[in-house]
């Protein structure tokens, strides 16, 4: 069962209490003027796939004024990723970003988290406090108990915010080590019901990274812990997102989207599995609706697949076979295979 | 604590008894003679980045000629994949292949099996048998309990080979569902001592296949079952052996190899990490020592998890600053950091 959150609004997007989980990325380039346009189609095509927030570094002043000028126009909610220099945070509260992220090991003193939350209050913003193992305040990175240490450092900070009346608050704890990321988000969320944001840190270059993520982010929405993600992948900001978009599927958390089972072909099949994906790849991200889709090589496991999935396609010798509802539908030569496959999938759309 | 499970031997590999959980992939292209030159440099790429055995399919007899052909010069124990005739197993059986796999659900007659049995005992070779959700048996394949029917399918071929007074068997009981996988295996592993070949079948293309196998391999492997381990993507063979590798790294399975901690990067980043990754993941693929490398593009989490690990570089304004026993050992500028990265790692070697 999913552990109660409250919820906080970020924008449009609702965190937490029962909403659906969301799935963030962050945009991995520098802003600037010239980069602005770049960034714009980027968040659409983050959009398209499914894609709930996207958050941006924001190391100097520049980048806080290109932040504004983007979050005006986006077509999803922006956050504002900040360190060691609280100003910025409170520039970026004059725009309309949805959510400004601040760490407690590196933000300095107390009177500077409370500007922030003033502004951010009066603003109708949530804020993250993002805790890493990696950087945590001095005087708890010493402790031997990482994920309790990560626990402390982020309540120290709830503390002020309490303080100071202020739950518009997502937590995150991360580490790049899955079972240390595993337990303080554990340790946390039975301690309070502020919504986590989850992620494996630094998890690593794609295949890696993705390992470690659906073990730790999977592992905690398994146990109901965790009411948005993000997969910190050193890849694209869209293969992030379909990451988490995988493992939310994956996990039976969300059931939205399509779920390819696919062949990995061997030397039995003709039909090129591989390239037939790729040039149905783009397609299949853009759709919404929950869809099973089998796509098989061969005989072998072919028509058991494809009868189970809500559409699937075999090769077979030299043709492939479309199946639908579990029958064979349609047979074209190999070159016709995707325009079909697409021509019957907008069927059921 | 591992399951206990009887070892079994494939030639120089021991599959279960304790044995390191080995990694396995199958070949993706039709073996010909033409094709035997590509297939033999392949195995050799594999047996480098840590394979312990290519399985390949054998559809009909000119492949199994190639496959004796290859066996003789490989690197590695190889697997013949057959389907429907079991001659082909018997063709196989006459060359230096490791280990048959057969598939219950469509070899046919008792008798046929006796024969690969008698024939597989003759040569010292180990037969795996393959239960697949998508090809059950007929008279299993409209239960509902699909795990109990995947066992049951399993059970039933085993009867037969136990009248025979035949061990040297390992079982794989897979779905192109996570969970019916784990259930299957969890049934099955309580009640025998066969070792477990594990993997979610058809698992997609590489991302949400490697989402499904994570949480799949990965999930029985934390619960102790699981003596090899193949990951089934629509990628290439390389890319599953390197995820097979890693799920045994992050569920601690085995701890040989480089776990990289590298972060997303974002736009605070001078340092390109991922272009970085590239010019070493190569280098870094081919290492068997256990050793964590930290590659940080900023002085925000850089120098924090660059210290924790036994390497670390981390990018720090125009400069790269490479760590190592937990402190600054040498700063280079970018262009060289790839280079003096590589020379670092190796004296650690």
Known sequence: MRRASRAVRAGRLLIGGGFPVSVQTMWKKPLSSDALQEAAAG???????????????????????CLGALAAESPLPLAAD?????????????????????????????????DVVAKARDAGVCLRIGVNAGSLPHGLAAEHDVPAAMVKAAEEELAVMARLDFTEVVVSLKSSDVEQTIEANRLFASRCDYPLHVGVTEAGPLIPGIVKSALGIGGLLKEGIGDTVRVSLSASS?????????????????RDGV?????????????????????????????????????????????????????????AGKMAIIFKEGRAHRTVPFEEAASAFREEVEKLL
Chains 1, 2 share one sequence.
């Open 43 to 65: 968040l659409r095509e983050l959009e398209r796939v499914g894609c709930d927030l996207v958050r941006f570094a924001v190391p100097d002043m520049a980048s806080a004024e």
């Open 82 to 114: 900040i360190h060691f220099d609280h100003r910025l945070a409170l520039r970026c509260l004059d725009f309309s970003v949805a959510k400004i992220r601040i760490n407690p090991g590196n933000i300095g003193e107390e009177w500077k988290v409370r």
């Open 238 to 254: 869209l293969e992030e997102v379909i990451a988490g978009l995988e493992i939310l599927r994956a996990t039976r958390v969300r």
């Open 259 to 315: 779920e390819i089972v696919s062949c990995p072909r061997c030397g039995r099949s003709s039909f090129d599995v591989h390239l037939f994906l790729e040039e149905v790849s783009d397609f299949i991200h853009g759709i919404k609706k929950p869809l099973t889709v089998a796509v098989m090589g061969c005989v072998v496991n072919g028509p058991g697949e494809a009868k189970k999935a809500d559409i699937g396609i075999t090769g």
